[in-house]
């Protein structure tokens, strides 16, 4: 296929955004085994009162030193807990360092767990998404009965995370009645190729008006493909009346999507961060791995490389990044 021009580009990408194609899909890899509703019903949200115990995880992670062959990397997951409204706990979880690249990789994988095969390779994305997948489970042991867990993103695992791992998960959640949500801030959802959720942003302002809130059910997992997997039904959804997005939720299946929803939207009515569960907004803060925090955390191996005598100039050569170099000016 010839390369597009950019004008060409540019008319493609305005007809998708017009077009009026049905067909629902997701270009992620992980969604493959989802079954896409055939028509989206939408259906008006209001709030319940919200869950008097309240857990919410995130994941961060940082590169500290790349020298391409080899790399330090820090990840770790955070978990808040709010009990009738009020925060309790704020654990920005342990900050933990690891060596990425060629055989180093191998030592990463030790002590992983999760039944994460030993021949996997290892990156930040899977290392990040296993910290925060142990936090979960562990939110899930210390919740009370009737506890929501907020997960930042969906409930899907990285692929080298086997499913089964978070079918049990969701098993046990259901066994001590604490539900597991998973709220994605910026989804892949399409529908025609095109954005779906700010589609339904717009018909739901054009079905509720400008303060309506709503929700409609989008796909939901397939057990003939995965029958050790999580069972999970995907969801779109309006939580506040003065928020003007909109976003996917993924819920177990067979819960009722309606009365979880409400309880979820209860916890959407932050000014600063209008329509997303504000326990989650603490989450992604305590995550975080700002650049001052990757500059402390330089400073602390440049004091390990001074002990182990590692000179300056050796340290420049591996890690100094040569496109910075030439593109100064």
């Not at 597009?4 to 992620?28: E, I, V």
């Not at 009645?177 to 739901?204: D, F, H, M, N, Y």
């Not at 989008?218 to 003065?242: F, I, K, W």
């Amino acid at each position: 296929m010839p390369a597009l021009t950019l004008d060409a580009a540019a008319d493609r990408l305005a007809a998708l955004l017009m077009g009026t194609s049905t067909l629902l899909g997701d270009p992620d890899p992980s969604s493959a085994n989802l079954e896409f509703e055939d028509t989206l019903e939408m259906r008006p949200l209001h709030r319940s009162a919200p869950p008097a115990d309240v857990w919410a995880c995130d994941g961060g992670q940082a590169v500290v030193a790349d020298a391409r062959c080899v790399a330090l990397v820090v990840t770790r997951a955070a978990r808040v807990r709010f009990q009738d409204g009020a925060c309790v706990l704020e654990d920005e979880g342990e900050l933990r360092g690891h060596l990425l690249g060629g055989s180093e990789g191998k030592a990463a994988m030790a002590g992983l767990g999760l039944g994460i095969e030993a021949t996997t390779t290892v990156d930040l994305n899977l290392l990040r998404d296993h910290g925060e997948w142990k936090a979960v489970a562990a939110c899930v042991e210390e919740a009370d009965p009737g506890a929501v867990v907020l997960v930042d993103g969906d409930l899907v695992p990285d692929w080298r995370i086997p499913s089964s791992f978070v079918g049990r998960l969701l098993d046990r959640a259901a066994e001590r009645g604490v539900l597991i949500a998973g709220v994605t801030k910026r989804s892949s959802l399409s529908r025609g190729g095109a954005p779906l959720l700010g589609q339904l942003e717009s018909e739901g302002q054009e079905t509720y008006g400008k303060r309506g809130m709503w929700f409609t059910k989008v796909a939901h997992t397939r057990p003939d493909l995965d029958a050790e997997g999580p069972g999970l039904q995907v969801v779109a959804a309006r939580l506040d009346p003065d928020a003007p997005f909109a976003f996917r939720i993924d819920l177990p299946a067979g819960i009722d999507a309606e009365e979880a929803l409400a309880k979820i939207a209860a916890l959407c009515d932050d000014a600063a961060f209008p329509g997303y569960p504000y326990p989650l907004t603490v989450a992604d803060r305590l995550a975080a791995c700002p650049g001052w925090l990757k500059q402390e955390v330089r400073m602390q191996l440049d004091d390990h490389f001074d002990r182990a005598g590692v000179p300056l100039d050796v340290r420049e050569r591996a890690f100094t990044d040569r496109h910075d170099l030439m593109e100064r000016f």
